[in-house]
């Protein structure tokens, strides 16, 4: 099993900007250089959403992931995608649902089972969705199941991003779909039976800022509870994830 590695990174030292209230002079413009102490994934994600300093951080945590020795550790357990021709393909394709429309989910479950480690109990991961990837009326206490790997990051912003382009009224650049609402799924492991791949990029620069970790297959989601950020528009649903013997 992985150590945990939020309890390795957090709390969180962020430096962040802001405007000087009252400059000096007229003409200065410079900002502020602010620290911020986050102490714990969940105070992440509400200053995330609340906090405007807070925009634009995911190259400040990519590079506080990349500079943590358990990160380094996960990634050193694991093959290059380059090794694996599958989730090779799968790495390096737009979005899954057009994977598996392509290859198919047998090949990648199976490389994906022999790939795999089992993921620290408490670790949080998100996933970045819309409201039609959810069912509707699904509520707290309630489970529902994933047959086929998923992806997750370890980063709030990459999810959030990957959220936009799933709430576009295109795979690309389209605008907003009125219809759908961008979800942040925040995932806590749950038990001892959790297994995922943690992609040690190798030289694949493009996608380090990912931060992925492919989940295994055959695991159930129990909904916790949700919280909705009206001012941006954002739905977090948070849940617990139940690994079985299949996995």
């Not at 039976?193 to 159930?220: D, Q, T, W």
Request: with cysteine.
């Amino acid at each position: 099993m992985l150590k945990n590695l939020d309890s390795a990174l957090y709390p969180l030292t962020i430096t962040v900007f802001e405007k000087r209230p009252h400059p000096t002079y007229a003409w200065a413009t410079d900002d502020v250089k602010v620290t911020l102490i986050l102490y714990s994934p969940m105070v992440l994600i509400d200053r995330y959403f609340t906090d405007k300093r807070m925009a634009n951080i995911q190259n400040k945590l990519n590079h506080l992931l990349d500079m943590n020795n358990v990160y380094k550790e996960w990634q050193s357990y694991f093959k290059a995608p380059s090794y694996l021709p599958h989730i090779d393909k799968y790495l390096n394709i737009h979005t899954s649902s057009v994977y598996y429309d392509k290859y198919g989910v047998m090949d990648l479950k199976k490389e994906l089972s022999l790939n795999s480690k089992i993921l620290p109990v408490d670790q949080i991961l998100y996933r970045g969705g819309s409201s039609s990837e959810f069912p509707p009326g699904w509520e707290d206490g309630q489970a529902i199941e994933w047959d086929r790997p998923r992806s997750t990051t370890l980063n709030i912003q990459t999810a959030m991003i990957h959220a936009g382009k799933d709430c576009a009224s295109n795979t690309l650049y389209g605008e907003h779909d009125p219809k759908l609402i961008p979800i942040l799924l925040v995932l806590k492991i749950a038990n001892s039976l959790v297994k995922g791949y943690v992609f040690a990029y190798g030289n694949r620069n493009l996608m380090r800022h990912e931060k992925e970790v492919l989940l295994s297959p055959c695991i159930k989601l129990v909904k916790t509870k949700e919280k909705n950020y009206d001012d941006v528009g954002v739905k977090v649903i948070f849940a617990n994830v139940y690994g079985s013997i299949e996995t």
